[in-house]
């Protein structure tokens, strides 16, 4: 790690390549007109730090995102306040990008029929410049990803352009603060969330940075509350003494202890669209079921790829530094929504690479995006076919298949996750 890297590790908890890294840097010396880099970085000061943090942020956000996530939420906390009406709830989402997430979650609320007085939405991100944008209300195309965008009608209100501002009763839900969630000003409100979203955050930690967000959130989340993640989060927060419950495609956890009490697995779950496995413990539908009989293997495996594509003279898996980047490149774009430059990172990486498994992986997402579904079948197979125990990638294919109906499938591929997911665990 540079120290520039390092820097910016302590600052936010991010893991960023050094490319990330010097070209945030470079565009800043640009604007200060410091003499160099080395220049720049001596003594930065406070504010300064906070520019560049606001350039290596990924603050991608839209409404309605994993939407299955807010209406389980709903129905967890509508159910909370009919056993006491009493009640204030509390949701915090963060981080919160430009407020994308706690509207939307103000939103589906107020649909639901609970009252504006009944709940309230804290909405934190380290990035001052989110925080500025979302307190505004203003939204461009971007933020409207979904094809269904009746709640546009139901909550905005035209703006000039092609722009919408959130109306005035859903923006009163949410209190929007700059913070970061590895550090103690989050404290005040210990143990007092009924539900946290913290989604498409942890992907961008490292291990023991992951594991020091999870303790704080730990502390946030009322006891039996809901922890809402991005569906590649769940297994870092099984790891650490979280457990998964059935909402489909929702990706929503709670403490262990809780589901041994089964507390809230009375109160939360709604019907599972799936049949659980006889033996398992509640679980997420990308999440580890309990073990059941080997499935047969889904598809037939695509062939290797072609040894041309194998950089001359660079030996099966020796990733240099800069490399390496590329796929840390691929995973930064792709959440960008910039598939094609994302896609190109990837086939770089595969040039040199040809059998890494994480790049078609990638390339998978980026297919899935695009709607192209068979396309990021057929890649996500051949990330499992060079790496058999791929956990995303098996998440992913079923998912892709209880899509297609075919629940066979779907069970095969599940319980084949659950195998490795519990062997993971156990190592
Ligand atoms: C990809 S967005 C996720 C937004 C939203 N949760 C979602 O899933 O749509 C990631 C956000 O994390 C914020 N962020 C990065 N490090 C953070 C930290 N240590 N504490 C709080 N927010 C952070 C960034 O500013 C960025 O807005």
């Keep these: 790690m540079t120290p520039a890297q390092a820097m910016l590790h302590a600052a936010t908890g991010l893991s960023l390549s050094k490319s990330e890294v010097d070209r945030a840097i470079r565009q800043r010396v640009e604007v200060t007109g410091a003499r160099d880099a080395a220049a720049y970085l001596k003594d930065i000061a406070p504010k300064e730090l906070e520019a560049l943090v606001e350039l290596v942020v990924v603050p991608e956000s839209w409404f309605y995102r ?3 996530a807010f209406h389980a939420a709903a129905d967890y906390l509508a159910a909370r306040l009919a056993s006491a009406p009493e009640r204030l709830l509390r949701i915090l989402t963060v981080p919160c990008a430009g407020g994308e997430e706690p509207y939307t979650m103000a939103m589906v609320l107020s649909d639901a029929g609970i009252p504006g007085d009944r709940f309230i939405i804290d909405a934190v991100d380290i990035s001052q410049g989110c925080i500025e944008r979302a307190r505004t209300g203003i939204y461009g195309r971007n933020a409207f990803r979904n094809q269904d965008l009746a709640f546009r009608e139901r909550h905005f209100s035209a703006c000039a352009g092609d722009e919408f501002r959130i109306n005035d009763d859903i923006r009163r839900q949410v209190r929007f603060k700059q913070g970061n969630v590895l550090e103690a000003d ?8 009924d539900v946290i979203f913290c989604r498409n955050l942890l992907i961008y930690f490292d291990k023991p940075t992951t594991r020091a967000a999870i303790a704080k959130l730990d502390q946030l989340l009322r006891r039996d509350g809901l922890l ?3 569906y590649a989060e769940v297994p870092s927060l099984c790891q650490n003494g979280f457990a998964p419950l059935p909402y489909a495609q929702a990706f929503g956890l709670t403490r262990e202890v809780a589901v041994e009490r089964r507390k809230v697995a009375r109160v939360a779950m709604p019907p599972q669209p799936l ?60 959440d960008l929504g910039q598939v094609r430059e ?3 990172k990837c086939r770089d990486y595969l040039a040199q690479v040809p059998d890494s498994a994480d790049a078609y992986f990638i390339l998978g997402l980026l297919n ?9 079948e057929d890649y996500w197979k051949r990330c499992i076919y060079l790496q058999p125990d791929h956990y995303e990638a098996l998440c992913h294919l079923a998912l892709l298949a209880e899509t297609n109906s075919d629940a066979a499938t779907a069970a095969a591929l599940k319980a084949r996750a659950a195998r490795i997911y519990k062997r993971q665990q156990a190592s």
């Design 228 to 230: 809402f993640v991005g």
């Design 186 to 193: 989050l404290d005040a409100r210990a143990g007092s969330y």
């Design 342 to 344: 994302a896609e190109g």
């Design 368 to 376: 899935e995006l695009t709607k192209k579904l068979q396309l990021a």
């Design 66 to 68: 994993d939407q299955q």
């Design 275 to 334: 049949p659980a496995p006889p033996q398992a413990r509640p679980t997420l539908r990308n999440a580890p079921a309990a073990a059941s009989p080997p499935p047969r293997s889904p598809a037939p495996p695509p062939p290797p790829p072609p040894p041309s594509a194998r950089a001359a003279g660079a030996p099966p898996g020796a990733v240099t530094a800069p490399t390496a980047d590329l796929l840390a490149d691929a995973r930064r774009l792709a």
